[in-house]
């Protein structure tokens, strides 16, 4: 299997020393917030002790998972982490009455149930492998069965195939990051959304439904950078 697991694994110095995979769970560094969904729960003690608690359990799982099941479940808790930071944008705190400390809050308890659940049972990671909104191109493609029908969003530079010639009317393309590839395939695409994406390769999030081809995954987007298609 091809070795992805994310700077975490990569090398950590010129020393030569490899990063402990337990970096991965960090808690939040309150005199540092990285991120707006950071700050807001370093504004509240109570958030503050979960994210610890997070953290800690988080370390606990690393330290006993090898392999590929530690890649998975890192890949997992950064996902987690986005989806956290997301609490900091107006579609998804305005989901919740309290804004985004309710939204940071819940996705939290929510962590921390999932957490508690495979330190009770590790064995159970697979189970939760579909639990998240945010992933990268390798996670889809390794667990397309289990997120087929989901919605979520993926992160990637989109490299369409009508910015090659011959391929003019095709409306799909590829999304690439770091961790692999995935094809992504837009319900209609304008002439101005083609130049648009072939000019600037854009790198995001590309919200859309994870299907399958004869066993093969894509995702169908019916949106560009939070714009509808039609």
């Known amino acids: 299997m091809r070795r992805l697991l994310p700077l975490l694994l990569a090398l950590a ?3 030569g020393t490899r990063a402990d995979p337990r970096d991965g769970c960090a808690p939040a560094s309150c005199d540092r917030p990285r991120s707006r969904a950071e700050r807001t ?3 509240h003690e109570d958030l503050a002790q979960a994210d610890r608690s997070i953290a800690s359990d988080c370390a606990a799982l690393a ?7 530690l890649e998975v479940f890192l890949a997992g808790q950064q996902a987690w982490v986005t989806e956290r930071n997301d609490c900091s944008h107006p579609p998804a705190s305005s989901r919740y009455d309290g804004g985004a400390s309710a939204c940071v809050r819940a996705r939290m308890e929510q962590r921390a149930a999932l957490l508690r659940r495979l330190l009770a049972s590790p064995a159970s990671l697979e189970s939760t492998v579909a639990t998240y909104a945010f992933l990268n191109p390798w996670y889809v493609k390794k667990f397309a069965r289990q997120l087929e029908g989901k919605a979520i969003s993926v992160s990637g530079s989109v490299v369409l195939a009508a910015c090659s010639r011959g391929q003019a009317r095709s409306r799909a393309g590829r999304l690439i990051d770091k961790a692999g590839e995935l094809e992504i395939r837009f319900s209609s695409l ?6 648009f994406l072939c ?9 859309g439904t994870v299907r399958l081809d004869h066993g093969r995954p894509y995702l169908e987007s019916t949106e560009i950078l939070g714009r509808e298609l039609h």
Do not use: F, I, N, T
């Open 13 to 15: 110095s010129s020393s």
């Open 41 to 43: 729960l370093c504004d």
């Open 63 to 69: 330290k006993a998972y090898r392999g590929e099941d």
């Open 190 to 195: 304008s002439a101005e959304d083609v130049s």
């Open 199 to 207: 000019e600037k390769q854009p790198y995001s999030w590309w919200r």
